[in-house]
């Protein structure tokens, strides 16, 4: 049974940083596509970033040059360090997974980020 695992949300000041970190678990096969999404209050759910095997990094216009997106292969870890943190970056973060050939979709339970002074 797939799991995902995630850690890493808190409160933290505007300016500050915090990394998130999501493991998969019981992934027999190809884990495509990794990466976070997240929901703000009152707003949908929106895509963050992702990467796929390769190394290919997609990543929403709003955090780019703030977040990084990074994962491990071998440990079906995916990490996110977010910088330079902003209030409307305040949002429950979820990790996905994309695996096998026909692009099964998993989601993690979500975790808390907060930003506020």
């Known amino acids: 049974q797939v799991k995902l695992v995630e850690s890493g949300g808190g409160l933290v000041q505007p300016g500050g940083s915090l990394i998130l970190s999501c493991a998969a678990s019981?992934?027999?096969?190809?884990?495509?596509?990794m990466g976070w999404y997240r929901r703000a209050p009152g707003k949908e759910r929106e895509l963050v970033a992702t990467m796929t095997t390769g190394g290919y990094r997609n990543m929403a216009g709003s955090v780019k040059g703030r977040f990084i997106i990074s994962r491990d292969n071998v440990q079906n870890i995916v990490y996110m360090q977010m910088n330079n943190l902003r209030p409307e970056d305040t949002a429950v973060y979820f990790c996905?997974?994309?695996?096998?050939?026909?692009?099964?979709?998993?989601w993690g339970q979500g975790t808390r980020v907060t930003v506020s002074s």
């Open positions: 019981g992934v027999d096969t190809s884990i495509n596509l």
């Open positions: 996905n997974i994309e695996i096998g050939s026909r692009g099964e979709d998993y």
